[in-house]
């Protein structure tokens, strides 16, 4: 046959593709259980990271179910809502609604030093989403613990919110002000001054991640707002 | 066909992309995800190690179908290769090293764009046999990789003060404890990757003579 015709190109590339379709698809299938696993495996870690616990692929499951006594949902109004599993909830999904229709999952642990609250935080980074975990004392003022992770932030620059230094900042960091009024945690650049316990040194060369970091953590915890005042006295 | 596997002219096809026909720094090729994954060195060998898997399985690919891609539709043909290996390769990491397809996040999906996999597909896959084209796709990529590890190496240690995520400036050298030393921010930002490619390119060009344009 001509290689060169079109009756050839076009069976050729008929065949190519639906060959390639065919691999990619059941390769895609083949793995996801594995794949689900082991995302969920890294959401327990990062739950678990968040209250300060170190924890491997190979036990965070056991440690979650040891360490985290309870999870459920609230709303804006810092109501629990019943029948909602937490842990299953897709952030990307309730950010995208209105304040009050949104579904917010809050985790109790309990730790030597009493219980703890922890909340998933999403937002948006330079490159792609960035998300973390946060935890606060029971005084729902305190930040106890606090991590950051991201899809595709610049390796050496915004990827750096991913690091334990950078993370281990956040602890002691107050929500709340004087008056009551939330402010939640600035990043500071160099130079600019700012409340000691309202802020954490920024990362060189990292600023839009870094604004995408301390707007997430002020939007999400204006919409836990009601729920931490309700707890809070 | 008589040729043994690794005569002189198949080592060639090996080591020649190492010095003096190197991707990137004789043909300036692959220069964009050179100036992304070098600001560390991790994330630069694993680009490397990965950019040599699909570099070399995408030339053997390419190589046996060789007789049979029609002309016209043939950088179609490799760009669907190309493409549905870094799939492959990114679910395959995602299901049983998913930490090292953390690592990698979006420079997976850069392999595509990296024009010294097409370059080759098209200059040496289409136009040779398996096994030679497989030494030229190990042989190019590693070229590649090592100058990013050595990029990646010099902006790491300038840059944030460590290797491969280990510290080897000690804390009290800097200036904020008490020090004399400061890292070089301008080392992690992009600029800096290309300057130290340049300062290679020197130091390659002023050993070897023949690579001098007039």
């Known amino acids: 046959m001509d290689r060169n015709g079109n009756i050839y190109t076009f069976i050729y590339a008929a065949i190519m593709v ?7 698809a059941s390769v895609a299938m083949a793995l996801k259980p594995l794949q689900t696993k082991n995302i969920e495996i890294e959401k327990k870690q990062d739950i678990l990271a968040s209250v300060n616990i170190e924890s491997t692929a190979t036990d965070a499951a056991n440690l979650y179910e040891e360490k985290i006594r309870k999870q459920y949902v609230v709303n804006s109004k810092g109501e629990i809502i019943e029948g909602v599993d937490a842990f299953n909830i897709d952030l990307k999904k309730e950010r995208a609604k209105p304040q009050e229709g949104q579904l917010l999952p809050v985790f109790e642990c309990e730790t030597e030093t009493g219980l703890k609250y922890i909340l998933p ?62 402010i939640s945690v600035t990043i500071k650049k160099s130079g600019q001054s700012a409340p000691e316990e309202h802020s954490v040194d920024g990362i060189s060369g990292g600023t839009i991640t870094s604004k995408g970091l301390e707007k997430m953590l ?9 729920f931490l005042i309700s707890k809070k006295s | 066909m008589s040729d043994p596997l690794f005569s002189n002219k198949n080592l060639k096809l090996l080591t020649e992309p190492l010095g003096k026909s ?16 070098t600001a560390q060195l991790k994330p630069a060998l694993v680009m490397t190690l990965s950019v040599i898997a699909v570099l070399a399985l995408s030339n053997v690919i390419i190589s046996l179908l060789r007789n049979t891609i029609p002309n016209r539709i043939r950088i179609i043909v490799q760009l669907v290769i190309i493409a549905s290996l870094v799939i492959l390769v990114d679910q395959i990491l995602k299901a049983f090293v998913y930490d090292v397809s953390k690592q990698l996040s979006v420079f997976v999906g850069l392999i595509i764009t990296n024009c010294i996999i097409m370059g080759r597909l098209e200059a040496f896959a289409l136009g040779n046999r398996p096994w030679q084209s497989f030494l030229d796709g190990v042989g190019n990529a590693a ?72």
């Not at chain 1, 002020?218 to 009601?226: A, H, I, Q």
């Not at chain 2, 190197?22 to 994954?37: D, E, F, H, K, R």
């Not at chain 2, 990646?152 to 080897?168: A, H, K």
């Open chain 1, 218 to 226: 002020l939007d999400d915890l204006n919409s836990y707002r009601e």
């Open chain 2, 143 to 214: 070229g590649y990789g090592w100058i990013l590890i050595v990029v990646g190496f010099v902006r790491e240690l300038f840059g944030s003060g460590s290797i491969y995520g280990y510290r080897v400036i000690p804390d009290s050298w800097y200036m904020t404890n008490g020090g004399f030393y400061e890292n070089n921010g301008m080392m992690i930002l992009p600029p800096m990757a290309l300057i130290t490619v340049g300062i290679i390119i020197w130091i390659q060009r002023s050993r070897n003579r023949e690579l001098i344009e007039n």
């Open chain 1, 121 to 182: 935080l999403r937002g948006a980074g330079l490159w792609g989403p960035i998300w973390g975990y946060i935890s606060i004392d029971s005084d729902m003022n305190t930040i106890y613990g606090a991590t950051f992770d991201h899809q595709g932030e610049t390796p050496g620059l915004g990827a750096e919110i991913s690091t334990k230094s950078f993370q281990n900042a956040f602890k002691g960091k107050k929500l709340f002000d004087q008056s009551g009024g939330l």
């Open chain 1, 18 to 24: 639906i060959l390639v379709a065919a691999i990619l």
């Open chain 2, 22 to 37: 190197n991707p990137i720094t004789v043909q300036v090729l692959g220069i964009c995800s050179a100036l992304a994954v």
